[in-house]
């Protein structure tokens, strides 16, 4: 059903230079906001329109063919307006700069990891997303019965639309509010204790008290956590309701202590970073496009701390696009991630991407992740 990268129409938009800021409901999601460069644009002498028109051609259609570009090739393809000869002289500035190099004698020539950059960098609009292909992704998200399986159709989605390695964080605890505590007694001294987040997460934890629990106590403290606690950050809620036991009479003070004690710890777990990672057998699709072997991106695949630190380096306020070398964990070098923020509203409360080849459709690729974040975020904000 999703077999071609598409994006979102209404993703349409300049992909800013560097500095700049760059299945759902039945609501039309947000504006987009404009990509945002990982790093600043390679410096060179600038670069006329002419050049960059070349440049463009050439990464275009190095993605689309994976054979080297000459000089031929491009002024049969593309209406450039100039002369062969015209052509190679630029591709000769194109090569002095860095921005492209030959692969071997007598071939073509390939973008580089400064090429793709400033291809970004100057990127004039992403692919625009068909009717159809916005009513499955919104059918297929749409019906998602929990947070857990709004991930797992997320990532599955996300990877099969761009056709590279997709990756989702789990919504992060200490950027969520609070939406309800819960209080259940199973046992005359065991309480369930069930916190909701505002993206449809639920922790449960299991409440041993010191002493017998009365009914008119825990629907006490029930409305009491509520009030105080309910659409609060997670950060801010200790120090909202530290206090409660002293306005519990002397008998049900343990009790109301102990089940304090165990919502913090919830508010504050250790092991909250959470990914889900999917389209891993995508990358051998494109085994040629990693020079010597697929193995340290694999390795580089199964370490969660490298996924979070990629994901993390995506701006809370648009899109991150690192290319090549630009990828601090050397096994990833030869690869692109292209990443975002999701959740309600401006603020993110996680994070989700895509990792390919550099040699990537890059306007179908940010447009994707971009639609499938906007159609995420709508999705938590109505849960």
Do not use: W
Request: charged letters at 25%.
């Amino acid at each position: 059903m999703f077999d071609e990268p598409v994006s979102d129409a209404d993703n349409a938009g300049r992909a800013a230079a560097p500095g700049a800021g760059g299945t759902p409901r039945a609501a039309r999601p947000p504006a987009a906001r404009p990509a945002r460069p990982a790093t600043p644009r390679a410096t060179g002498h600038s670069l006329d329109e002419r050049k960059l028109a070349v440049l463009r051609a050439i990464v275009q259609d190095y993605v689309g063919t994976e054979e080297p570009v000459g000089s031929k090739a491009l002024v049969e393809r593309h209406n450039l307006g100039v002369s062969p000869a015209t052509v190679r002289n630029d591709m000769a500035t194109l090569e002095e700069d860095g921005y492209i190099q030959q692969p071997h004698t007598s071939a073509g020539r390939i973008p580089t990891d400064k090429g793709y950059r400033l291809f970004v960098d100057r990127l004039a609009e992403v692919k625009p997303m068909s009717p159809p292909e916005r009513r499955a992704i919104r059918h297929f998200l749409d019906g998602a019965v929990d947070l857990d399986d709004v991930v797992a159709r997320t990532v599955r989605l996300l990877a099969q639309l761009t056709r590279q390695v997709a990756v989702v964080q789990y919504p992060s605890l200490t950027r969520s509010t609070v939406r309800h505590v819960e209080l259940v007694l199973l046992a005359p001294t065991k309480i369930m204790l069930v916190l909701i987040t505002n993206t449809g997460r639920v922790e449960q934890r299991l409440v041993d008290c010191p002493s017998a629990v009365r009914e008119s106590t825990l629907a006490d403290l029930r409305v009491r956590l509520n009030a105080r606690a309910g659409g609060r950050r997670f950060p801010d809620v200790p120090a909202l309701v530290e206090d409660l036991p002293s306005s519990f009479e002397p008998a049900d003070r343990p009790v109301v202590t102990t089940v304090l004690s165990t919502l913090f710890e919830s508010l504050v777990e250790q092991n909250e970073e959470r990914i889900m990672l999917a389209g891993t057998a995508n990358l051998t699709r494109f085994g040629h496009d990693f020079p010597l072997t697929i193995q340290p991106v694999l390795e580089a695949l199964e370490e969660q701390v490298v996924l979070l630190r990629l994901l993390g380096e995506a701006a809370d306020g648009g899109m991150t696009v690192r290319i090549g070398r630009e990828n601090e964990y050397e096994g990833l070098n030869s690869t692109s991630v292209v990443s975002v923020g999701y959740g309600s509203g401006d603020e993110s409360v996680a994070k989700l991407g895509v990792i390919g080849p550099t040699r990537m459709d890059y306007p179908g690729t940010m447009g994707a992740v971009r639609a499938v974040a906007r159609y995420v975020g709508q999705i938590l904000a109505e849960s």
